[in-house]
């Protein structure tokens, strides 16, 4: 196995600027990449965590378990609770896009509820958030959007209580 090598402490902003780059290249794991060299060296680095996350989040698409996991483990290492909040409702976001892109049968409903989570996420991070930071309203704003725009984007409102008595064994 090689052994990795280790950038120096003043590259860690010309390094953050550079994974953002390669986040509007499309390229999310050279980005999350680059994260990793800077969490070497500087492991609670909030802007580094962040970038890695949205990258991580950026392959929902291509592997959903993983990135959302990876996506999770990196909320609980952001500073405050506006960031976990703020920040939890973007992966929910996104999950409910990548569920709406792969689509297959019931993806409109698994959507409505990642889009829920993520606009109850959105909430709490306005109770602790600058009120001139309105970044968790337009996000909201966003979900209530898709929900709004796509018919099949609504909840379960299947009625599943005929279904679990049918389970029971009925006495003869």
């Known amino acids: 196995m090689l052994t990795l090598k280790t950038i120096t402490p003043k590259a860690v902003t010309a390094a953050i600027e550079k994974a953002k780059q390669y986040r509007l290249l499309n390229e999310p794991q050279e980005a999350e990449s680059i994260c990793m060299d800077v969490l070497a060296i500087a492991p609670d680095n909030q802007e580094a965590l962040i970038t890695m996350l949205l990258a991580v989040t950026d392959s929902l698409d291509a592997d959903l378990g993983l990135s959302f996991d990876k996506a999770q483990g990196i909320i609980k290492k952001l500073g405050d609770q506006y960031c976990q909040a703020y920040y939890s409702g973007i992966i929910c976001e996104r999950r409910a896009k990548a569920h709406l892109k792969k689509g297959g049968p019931g993806a409109g409903r698994v959507a409505y509820d990642w889009l829920t989570k993520a ?44 279904m679990l008595l049918d389970s029971f064994e009925r006495p003869h």
């Open 119 to 162: 606009m109850a996420a959105y909430d709490r991070a306005l109770t602790s958030c600058d009120p001139d930071n309105q970044d968790a309203v337009l996000r909201w704003n966003a979900c209530a959007r898709i929900i709004n725009a796509n018919p099949s984007v609504k909840p379960d409102e299947t009625d599943n209580t005929e």
